[in-house]
């Protein structure tokens, strides 16, 4: 195996550091350090896509427009470049201009804790125009609205809804008690999602679980894993064997938030179906 270049160990240090300023919401220095990486190698599709990211948060949506643009020449089929400019499309369209994210990005609120947390799906959603004003890792709150649990993002949009069956479940837990924390996982118009997860169980709550669709077994039931950086979904390996959680290392919220936009593979989320056999098994 050749050497690994002083140059790819540059461009990877580059890139570390793009993450982390990300992370921390620093966006006129992951601006200034995703140029760098995309001017020492212009076919870095990553480093355009994290810098099109930037530049939404900055409120450079035509710049933003021609990082996209420059990806899809690359690779025509990029997912990321491909959901991100419809987004900035309808952002120049509505003249909308996006919410900067100004926290950092929670990376664990993203990884499944069976039973504690969920990736859910939002009914009902707001317009493409106002979706696209927010970022996936955008924080959110749930506020109660006529029986149902309504997504608020932190200015105070509504964004959408959560399924009426797990709304009036996560209600009744945030009645008696219980705290979550919440952000939005996908933005996409088609199938918005939010993750949340709980953070204090009161001790009325003590034998209930928040989320009963994310804590049966690995046989009977898919669950969330995560290989290497990437946020992925069980199943077998190449070889044919099932990678453990344990074995796997803690990704990044930003390679998380990008993997689980790009996944062709469905997230998994709380059904009604789910729900329906935790509440037998509590009767």
């Known amino acids: 195996m050749p050497p690994t270049s002083e140059a790819s160990l540059r461009a990877r240090a580059l890139a570390d550091q793009a993450i982390v300023a990300a992370l921390e919401a620093d966006w006129p220095r992951a601006a200034e350090l995703n140029q760098k990486i995309v001017e020492a190698s212009p076919d870095d599709v990553e480093g355009r896509n994290r810098l099109g ?3 939404i948060e900055l409120g450079r ?3 933003a427009k021609a990082a996209f643009a420059e990806v899809l020449r690359i690779e025509p089929h990029n997912s990321i470049a491909l959901r991100n400019q419809g987004r900035v499309a309808a952002l120049l369209e509505h ?14 609120l993203f990884i499944e804790d069976m039973g504690k947390t969920g990736i859910l799906r939002i009914i009902n959603p707001a317009p493409t125009h106002v979706l696209a004003k927010y970022s996936p890792g955008a924080e959110c709150e749930l506020r109660e609205q006529e029986g149902l649990l309504a997504v608020h993002a932190r200015d105070g949009e509504l964004v959408g809804f959560l399924e009426p069956k797990v709304g009036r479940r996560l209600i009744d837990l945030l009645r ?41 077994p690995a046989e009977t039931k898919e ?12 199943g077998a390996d190449e070889e044919g064997e099932v990678e453990e959680v344990e074995e796997a290392e803690e990704p990044t ?7 689980a936009e790009s996944t062709d593979e469905p997230l998994a989320v709380e059904t009604e179906d789910d729900d329906d056999t935790e509440d037998e098994a509590e009767e």
């Open 176 to 216: 008696t008690g219980n705290q979550y924390v919440a952000a939005l996982v996908s933005t996409d118009p088609q199938n918005p999602r939010i993750a949340i997860r709980e953070i204090f169980s009161s001790a009325e709550n003590a034998s209930r679980i928040s989320f009963p669709g994310h804590h049966r």
């Open 53 to 55: 990211r930037v530049y």
């Open 253 to 259: 919220g930003e390679e998380v938030l990008e993997e």
């Open 95 to 108: 003249k909308g201009k996006p919410n900067p994210t100004t926290t950092k990005t929670q990376p664990r």
């Open 223 to 234: 669950r969330a894993y995560v290989r290497g950086t990437f946020f992925r979904y069980g």
């Open 61 to 63: 949506l035509e710049e």
